[in-house]
C-alpha cells in the first residue's frame, strides 16, 4: 500500500492529501494516538507560484504607500536616536520629525520609483507558493503501523 516518495525524501507515503491542512489532521491524529510523530514529515509536492493581483498602482498610490514605509522608517529612526536626547519635549519633536521627514522623502521614493519603470508593472500582487498535493512520509520502520491507524482516521471520519 505504501509508495515511495520524491527522491528528496526516499520515506514511504503513508497518506495523500489535497490541502495542507489535510495532512497536518493526519499528523495530529497519529500524535493523538501515540506514534511518534518526530518519525514523520509533510512534503509539498508539484509547486506553483500563484501570484494574485490586488488591483491597479498609480502614480498617487505608489507615492501612498511610499509616504507610509517612510513614516515608518522615519520613526525607527527618530525612536533609535532618542535613546541620546534628553527632555520630552526633544524626543517628541524628534518623533514628529521622524514621521513627517520619513513620509515625505518615502512619497518621492515611491512617486519617482515608479514614474521610472515606464508603465512596466502598472498594478500590485500578492504571490505565494501552492502543492498540488501533500504526502506525508513516515520511516520505513513505522510505516505501516501509522498507515493502519490512518485508516482508522478515514472510517472514524466517513
Not at 490586488?54 to 498610490?61: A, D, N, S, V
Not at 513614516?71 to 536626547?85: D, I, K, N, Q, R
Not at 512596466?120 to 501552492?130: G, K, L, N, Y
Not at 512520509?137 to 466517513?158: G, H, N, T
Amino acid at each position: 500500500m505504501s509508495r515511495q516518495s520524491t527522491a528528496a525524501d526516499s520515506r514511504p507515503v503513508i497518506g495523500s492529501y489535497t490541502s495542507y491542512e489535510g495532512a497536518q489532521r493526519a499528523v495530529d491524529f497519529l500524535s493523538d494516538n501515540g506514534f511518534p510523530v518526530e518519525r514523520t514529515a509533510i512534503i509539498g509536492c508539484d509547486l506553483r507560484m500563484v501570484e494574485t493581483v490586488l488591483g491597479r498602482m498609480t502614480r498617487g498610490r505608489a507615492a501612498l504607500a511610499g509616504a507610509a514605509t517612510g513614516a515608518w522608517f522615519g520613526l525607527l529612526v527618530a525612536l533609535l536616536l532618542s535613546v541620546f536626547t534628553t527632555g520630552p519635549h526633544h524626543v517628541l519633536a524628534l518623533v514628529l520629525s521622524g514621521l513627517v521627514y520619513g513620509a515625505l522623502f518615502g512619497a518621492v521614493f515611491g512617486f519617482g520609483g515608479h514614474a521610472v519603470t515606464g508603465g512596466r508593472r502598472d498594478f500590485t500582487s500578492r504571490s505565494r507558493i501552492e502543492a498540488a498535493r501533500y504526502d506525508v512520509v513516515a520511516d520505513a520502520e513505522c510505516a505501516r503501523r501509522a498507515e493502519e491507524l490512518l485508516v482508522k482516521q478515514v472510517w472514524r471520519e466517513s
